[in-house]
Every structure is written in C-alpha cells, then in structure tokens.
C-alpha cells in the first residue's frame, strides 16, 4: 500500500480525505443548555428545533419556516418619491445640505417595518423518574456528519439515549429514546409556547396535537417612537382615523386584528418497538412507559399558501399537512427513516471534506472547552469543524421547496424577535448564501433564488407606483409577504433602494459556477435586466459629467458634514451604490451578449456604465465610502459597504493594483475587531487581500466565548462577537449569517476563482501549515481537491465538469497531468509586486487532471 501511495499521490489524497471523513464531526458537552444560545439546532430545510440536552427534562423549542405574523394585506404601501421631492432632495445634496436632505428621505420617502418570524412552540420530554436515583455521564451532542443530536446519561444503574434527527426525505422530526433498564422508561411528553393561541389536545390514534393561531400583527417599535416620528398614520391597526391609540399593546391575535393571522399545528406520533404504555390527554400529554425503545415521528405545518395569499381566508390545512405527513412517515420503521435521513444528508455533505490537524489534547476536550482555549494556542481542527458548521446549517436550513434562511436560519424563540428575525439585505440575507455555491452545495440556493422571483414581482410595483421606473427594486428589509418597499425612520438604513442588484449577483454566481445557460435565460436574466432597467433610470448626473444615484446611503453608517456637531447619512453616489450598479450593468450586458437578446438595452447600459462615477481614493489613501471625501462618524463601523467591489464582487482585485492597495487601507482603517458576523465580511476582504495571517487573527477574534468561559461578559459590553457554546454565531445577539460568513471566508483562504483564474492557497495563514480539502467548486464548474504540507502546496486535482478553459495560479510552480501525460506547465508572472505562477489548459466535459509542484 505504501508503495501505491507514492505511485499514486492523488490516489493517496483522496484515500486520506476518505479515512478522515470516517472520524465523525461532532459538537459535545458534558451538561445540558442553560440558555437557548447554548442549545444545538437541528432542521430538515422547513421544520427545526433547538435541543437543549437536558436528563430529567428535555427541551425541543419548535420552528417551521413558514410561521409569521401578518398577511399581504398588512402591508403599508402609501409611499411616493414624487419628482418634485426627489428634485427638492438633490438640490440640497448638491448645495451640501445633506441633513435637510436627509429630512424630506425620512418624512416623505419610508414606510413602516415588515412582520416577524415567529416561534412555533415547545415540546418537553419530562423523565418521570427524576426524583429517582443521581444522573451521571450526562453528555449532549451534535454529530454533523450524520445531522444527529444525541443525549445520554445515567441513573439508577441504567443508561438513557435520545437520537433526534430532522428528516429532509419525510419532512418530519424524529425523537427516538432508548434505555436498559429492565422495566423501561416512563416520560411524558407535552406542548406548550408563548402564543396564547395555541393549546395541545388528544388525537386520534395516540397521537398528540398542538394548534395555534399566529398573530396577525405585530410592531416592534415602541408608541412613543411611532408617535415621535409623526407615523400614527402608517399603523392603522394601533391608531384610530383620529391618531388615538387602539390598544395598549403591539401583538395582536384573531379578532383584535380582524381575524387575520396564520394557523399552525404540530401531531406527535408515538411508535413503540415492543411492550408499553401509552396514555394522551389534553391536560397531560402524552405519558409513556413500560418499553425501553419508542421512537416518536413529529410533523409541524402551517396555513402558508403563498406570498399573496392570505393564510387565514387562503391558506392550506395545516391539519391536512400534518396527517398526510404522519401518514407517510410512518410507512417506515425507524432503521429506514434513519437511513433516509443519512442518505440524503450526506449526499451533500459529504462533497466536501476539510481536515486541519489539532492535536490529540485538543480533540478530546468538549466543544466549549476548545472556545475557551482557541486563543491561547491555535486549534485548526475547531476551525474546520466550525467551517464544516457553516454548510451543516446551511443543508439544514435552506433546502428546495423551503423558505430562505433569515437573520436567525430558521430557529428563533421569539415572537418580536431581533430586528424582526427577517431578511435584512443589505449585507445578511445575501452573507447566508455566499458558501452556496463554493463550499458546493448549490442546491441549498434555490429557496433565496426563488425569494428574488418573488421579491421582483412586488418590487416591479414598487418600482412603478413609488418612483415611476422600469424594473423592479426592493429595499433595506423584506419577509415571507416579500415587503419591497422601504422600512420606517431609520436615516442610516431604510432608504436604500439597491437589493435588487446584490440579489441579482447570486444568480449570476449560480450560472458562472455551474454555466447552465437554461438558468442564465429562465432565471437570472430577468431578474438582471428588471434590475438594470431601474438602475438606468434612476441615475442623475452629478453637474461634472458622472452619473450618480441622486440619493443613497453606505450602510448603515453615517458620516460628518462639516458643519458643527452635524452628521448625516444621506448624499449622491454613495461608492457602495455605483459598485453594484457597475455590477448590474456589465453583467447584464454579457447576460444579454450570451443569449443574444436585447440589443437597445445593452447599448443603453454600455453608455451609461462609461460615465458612471469611478471609485475614488481619499486623502488617507483609502477607497472613499461615499463620493466625497466625508470622515466616518463612526470608524470603526461594522458595515465595510465600500469594500463590496473587493468582496463579493470582483471589481477589486490584485490586477486594479491602485484599488487593491486603497482597499487594504480602508479595512485597516476599520480594524479588525467587529461584531460576529463583520468579522465573517472581513475575514473574506483579507483573504481577497491574499493577506491569510490577518484573515486568521479575525478568526482568533471571532473565537471568542461569547456568555460563557473565565469572563462571561456578554461582548456587547465592549462591542464585539464570538461564538456561544453552540458555534453559533454572536452578533451579539444570534445572528447565523456570521457562521456562514466564517465558512465563505475559509473557502476563500483556500481557493479564489473570481478574477479569471483559479487561485490555490491564496491566503493560507501560519497556523495551518498543513491540511487537505476536497470537493470545492470554482468558477467554471471545476471541482477541487488538495492537499499541503509546510504551508506548500503537494498535489492537487482538477475535475472539469463542464469541460472549459482552465486558468490555474499557484504560489509553486506546477505541472499540470492526465494519467501519465504531461498537460502543461505553469510559468512565472508578477502581479501586484509579487510572483506567482500561471498556466492554462483546455479541458473536456468530465475529464480530471492532476497539479503536481516541480522540483
């Protein structure tokens, strides 16, 4: 064998990755979740829970990523940039008059916010045998290469397991618990949540029911904001015609709001492998005992019928949903649930594989307890367990058929939860989705691209009814009723009318990665084109020649006027503006050229993209955040939105060295310290820097034991992130686009395809001087294994799947092999000061290639 290894070094990689992919990834503690943070988050891509690992009593707080509150109806659309507002706006912006500006953006051009995700409920698991014996060897885990939580502990002499898994092929949560002591378990199992809706009662054939009814409007602004703002008359559902208030409260159910609201219900299935007992009642759940083995099959579903319809006068039968649900699960015992779920979890998964040595010490200790020590000696392992994290949730959040993952994925406790557990998309819905398609789950994509589908159907009556344009555009926040329009009176946020862009570059992405130009036709270039339409006519000219957006924000900062204590948020051609419209233009323009269609427009967007307003370098040398040279209000601002031409986009890059070098400036300027999931965004701008060392001391940084640890202070209190015991991602609070944020950057330390080439390690920090991967996408639908040692690259292979040009980069020389055939050979080229080595070769559909170092 070792003399076929070293015949065979791509054999000898991949018969590596395999043997390591055997060693399971697992989260573990040796205590229950105290705090919901702490609790270890399973779901099948539409239902979720979060699993708190407790002996005597079991916690599964609920979600179904369908759930909230409101309807279409409920939506505020009085809202008009009238021409005469929009001219009265510039003309102050031109004089320097950006707070007044910024007055007529507040009072006339925004909206009020969209509705919330909600929690669906709790189901407990109650060991009625706690006031027994002592429990001991309690253990709590989250096997991520299997998707499946487990506890265990002991008492009495016996030992108690629960296996929960969410099944994707079924669409249903399985809980199964075992024991050996010999006359078996005795636990209750029983609903309860914070809607006061909601109540359990016995069903049929032993199973257990929870309904509920979510409210049909909720408002997390206090009265005394709305009421500051001059707003009572966007809230007519808390204000009378007269601007009294309605109510002294901001939740409402049934009929304090007209009957609107969505129906939900969970039915619980007990299915005994054996003897036992099974009592279900309304007032006590459901009680089981007598057996040492039941699994039980849990099905969630709600009245959801589509983002126009109304749940409540429109909506489907949850109660339909569940039993056909049930019904269908239980055809199987639970081996073959079990193997359903695997089979299919691992089919994606299992793509990719990352392994970074740590050593014996550190792989045995909890999870918790490899946080607390992360930055005291490096634990690469821990870092690609969390990397391997970040596409668990993803495969577990966001599946086909589903609801995009939100600011919390899909698991959330809350009915006014966190800037309303939405999609804010300005940074974190599209941060969700940037390992999508590079960590090679491109699958887990389709529910965001079918949010974009949906949000450009609203967002083209936006366009008409609010701005009179073409297209379509879609503002700071959106949800499940795909709002378009702008939120309320947040100067720094609510008006920004350039989602549609951003969101149009994930398509584009799907079809530079996979070169499906059925997707590029059907999908991506309408959304494209709606966006570029309303970019078109919404650019002015500055008065020098440039075309500009008239008025526009760098989220969510602000920046000094000059004039004394001023400060203000709203100006023309902000940088983030002109680089997503630069974006949109000259990806709808090569759109268009591929499919040959729609030649006026393209001569209209080439003209128009030749006098937009470039970037510009200020007196620091740093890439100016806004067209003039402003100082930052804040900064050390958590938002990097000038830096989107670096990443995501591709406008930045070691060739446009002047750029290059003022980008680094301006991330330097920021600093590196910054919530959870900025430190994700600056973790993929340095590895865009090919600065890997520094990428690596913002992820030191992000291991930071976030409520837990020798100092338990929340990080808020010095305004920073980190991680909690879960991994999840802290803001502080929960936000998980940090985590996916974290596994886009890692992908980025090791493999770059955005500027024409494929890069390999570009960024490789000094703390993983050795490791292999295998399974990355790069764009031209190439797939990527390799391997290093002493921070060199060994060997790698290249599968073209798509059969097209191959341009490689490497910091070695390389030669480039089929079989026993030599392709080519890279040679040296120097950019941006240094030298590396390039080389590029054609390719046919399915053929692999092998990169070997020269010596």
Known sequence: MKFKLLLFPVLSLLIACRQEKEEPLTLWY?????????ALPVGNGQAGAMIFGGAGRELLQLNENTLYSGEPSVIFKDIKVTPESLEQAVSLLKKGDYAEAGEIAAKQWLGRLHQYYQPFGDLHIENNRDGGGEISACRRELNISEAIARTTFRQDGATYT??????????????????????GMDVTLRFDGPHPTASQSAGANSCLLYKGKAPGYVERRTFEQIEAWGDRHKHPELYDGDGNRRFDKRVLYGEEIDGKGMLFEARLAPVLSGKGEIEVTAEGGMRIRGTNDVYLILALATSFNGYDKSPSLEGVDPSEKTGNLLANALKYDYKTLKKRHTDDYKSLFDRVSLHLPSTEEQENLSTDERIIRFAAQPDPGLAALLYQYGRYLMISGSRPGGQPLNLQGMWNKEIIPPWNCGYTQNINSEMN?????????????????????????????????????????????????????????????SF??????????????HYLFTGDEQFLANEAYPILRGAAEFYADWLVDDGRGNLVTPAGISPENAFLTGKPGERAALSMGPTMDMAIIRETFTRTVRASEILHTDAALRDELNDKLARLLPYRIGARGQLQEWMHDFKEAEPKHRHISHL???????????ETAELFKAAETSLNLRGDEATGWSMGWKINCRARLLDGNRAYQIIRNLFNPTGFGPDKKDRATIGGGGLYKSLLDAHPPFQIDGNFGYTAGVTEMLLQSHAGYIQLLPALPDAWPEGHV????????????????????????IRSLAGKTCCIRTSVPVTVSKGKTTVTRSEPVTSNGKTCYRTSFPTEKNETFKLTPCH
């Open 162 to 183: 629960r296996e929960i898994f969410a099944s994707h092929p079924d669409h249903v949560i399985i809980i199964r618990l075992t024991g050996d002591r010999p006359d």
């Open 774 to 797: 295998s399974g990355l996408k790069a764009r031209g639908n190439f797939e990527l294994s390799f391997r290093w040692t002493d921070s060199q690259l060994q060997e790698a292979t």
């Open 30 to 38: 040796n205590e229950p979740a105290t705090e919901w943070n702490d």
């Open 496 to 509: 920004w009318p350039m989602a549609q862009g951003w969101y149009s570059s994930h398509l584009w992405e």
């Open 433 to 493: 989705y940037w390992p999508a398609e590079a960590a090679n789950l491109p699958e887990c994509h389709e529910p965001l691209f079918r949010l974009i589908r949906e949000l450009s159907v609203t967002g083209r009556e936006t366009a008409r009814n609010m701005y009179a344009r073409r297209g379509w555009v879609a503002h700071h926040n959106t949800s499940i009723w795909r709002e378009s329009l702008p939120n309320d009176n947040v100067p720094t946020a």
């Open 644 to 654: 989107y031409g670096l990443y995501p986009g591709d406008q930045i890059t070691p």
